[in-house]
Nanobody
């Protein structure tokens, strides 16, 4: 089973930028698609962005124009570049991979946007 590990979360001021990384223990090409989710305190986990095996990307409206999802298959890594961060982006961010053996989740990385 491929394991996923997120990193890159931090405390950042409003308007700032961060890049999250999701490192896989095996080939990410085994996934049909990968995604970033987030969960704010007291709220349900929500989808942020997806990238398919063929690198087709999709974003939720609340991050369009600010976040960019990408992957590097040679490094078995997925990224989420976040810009113009807002306090409402504060959440634990999770990466997810969906493949023939089911869904895999990482443990999450905390992003806090505050002045």
């Amino acid at each position: 089973q491929v394991q996923l590990v997120e990193s890159g979360g931090d405390l950042v001021q409003p308007g700032g930028s961060l890049r999250l990384t999701c490192a896989a223990s095996g080939s990410i090409q085994s996934f049909y698609s990968m995604a970033w989710y987030r969960q704010a305190p007291g709220k349900m986990r929500e989808l942020v962005a997806t990238i398919t095996n063929g690198s087709i990307v999709n974003y939720r409206d609340f991050v369009k124009g600010r976040f960019t999802i990408s992957k590097d298959t040679a490094k078995n890594t997925m990224y989420l570049q976040m810009a113009n961060l807002k306090p409402e982006d504060t959440a634990v961010f999770y990466c997810q991979g969906w493949g023939p053996t089911g869904v895999r989740w990482g443990q999450g990385t905390q992003v806090t946007v505050s002045s």
